[in-house]
């Protein structure tokens, strides 16, 4: 199974950006589709964006033109450029690899936006 580490969280007032980092040991993550997701106090977990082994991605509505997913597989790693941020983005963010119906998951990195 791969491990993820999520980095690149922080604290971040509306309108700034930050850039989130997912890095994989133990397996190529070329042969995973990635995504990113996110779960905020009291809500569920809900997708955010996701890429596949062929470099097409999607995108939740709500974050569409404002965060890009992409990946370096010659790195073993993942990002989400997060820009345009709002305070409803706030959550804890997981990255996720997906094989063969498999899901792995980190352990999360906080983002908080401020008015």
């Known amino acids: 199974q791969v491990q993820l580490v999520e980095s690149g969280g922080g604290l971040v007032q509306a309108g700034g950006s930050l850039r989130l980092s997912c890095s994989a040991s133990?397996?190529?993550?070329?042969?995973?589709?990635m995504g990113w997701y996110r779960q905020a106090p009291g809500k569920q977990r809900e997708m955010v964006a996701t890429?596949?082994?062929?470099?097409?991605?999607d995108y939740a509505d709500s974050v569409k033109g404002r965060f890009t997913i992409s990946r370096d597989n010659a790195k073993n790693t993942v990002y989400l450029q997060m820009s345009n941020l709002k305070p409803e983005d706030t959550a804890v963010y997981y990255c996720n690899a997906l094989q063969w119906g498999i899901v792995s998951w980190g352990q999360g990195t906080q983002v908080t936006v401020s008015p």
């Open positions: 890429i596949n082994i062929s470099g097409n991605t």
């Open positions: 133990g397996s190529t993550l070329r042969d995973y589709a």
